[in-house]
């Protein structure tokens, strides 16, 4: 069993705040995608995470390998937030998973660092990531989900990133030449945050989520009662991202990997 709510409580001082929104605006400005970053197109996903592609880009002892993309692409989450991840940051709320996402890591940010308080995405439950942290809980509960990259205290999973844009230029070039314009947009992994954030966008998120995603300041003392209201919303508006629109058919992890 993931913590309950109660438990995620009695951690002193590791409590996520989640942000207020009594009369849940909808968002009037567009989400933030950085120019740097241009979002995948889905003919581009198609390709890359095709069942054989995307199994070659599997690497025996790297679970990243495979979720640190998708859950990039189905919380918004930066590439340091993945790597820092820990069994304990993805815990049950009110009867609903939750990523507590940190850029430097619980053990370098201490109790005050700021976290993002994210739904985990229907898709990935579908894939399996709860059982995939409950068995990391079992045998390295003092590890990093994806500790098989190194994480300081900045450039979390920077080789990872390596290996990520690698696998993009490889398959790119065993494209056929009328087919290589797919991969013309300089595609790395932030562009799955930016997808993320453009599909948000798209189904007209509230300003409470988008407020979590962004990480943008707001107001962090809340009463129970509002918590669990903002939980209930966010997990509502989370489902309603249908980031799998984006993806070809994605095979669970555990019957990937088989």
Not at 218 to 236: I, K, M, S, Y
């Amino acid at each position: 069993m993931l913590p309950s709510s109660t438990a995620l409580r009695q951690r002193g001082g590791r409590s996520a705040t989640v942000p207020v929104d009594r009369q849940e605006p909808r968002a009037q400005s567009p989400m933030p995608v950085s120019p740097a970053a241009p979002p995948f197109t889905r003919a581009a996903l198609a390709v890359l995470f095709e069942r054989s592609n995307f199994h070659a880009f599997q690497k025996p002892g790297a679970p990243s390998h495979y979720w640190a993309p998708l859950i990039s692409a189905c919380a918004g989450a930066r590439r340091d937030e993945i790597f820092f991840l820990t069994p304990d940051d993805i815990q049950v709320i009110e009867g609903a998973y939750f990523f507590r996402l940190r850029a430097t890591g619980s053990r370098h940010g201490g109790p005050a660092a700021p976290v993002r308080l994210v739904p985990v995405h229907p898709l990935l439950m579908r894939l399996g990531l709860p059982d995939f942290v409950e068995e990391r809980r079992q045998r390295h509960p003092q590890e990093r989900l994806f500790s098989e990259y190194k994480a300081g205290q900045e450039h979390a999973g920077l080789l990872f990133s390596r290996a990520f844009v690698q696998w993009i230029r490889s398959t790119a070039a065993r494209l056929p030449e009328e087919r290589r314009h797919l991969f013309a947009d300089d595609f790395h992994f932030p562009s799955l945050r930016a997808l993320f954030a453009v599909e948000a966008r798209r189904v007209g998120v509230s300003e409470t989520v988008a407020r979590a995603i962004r990480n943008t300041e707001g107001r962090t003392e809340t009463l129970a009662d509002e918590e669990r209201q903002w939980c209930a919303r966010a997990v509502a508006e989370m489902a309603r991202i249908e980031i799998e629109t984006c993806f070809p058919t994605l095979f669970p992890y555990r019957e990937l990997m088989a």
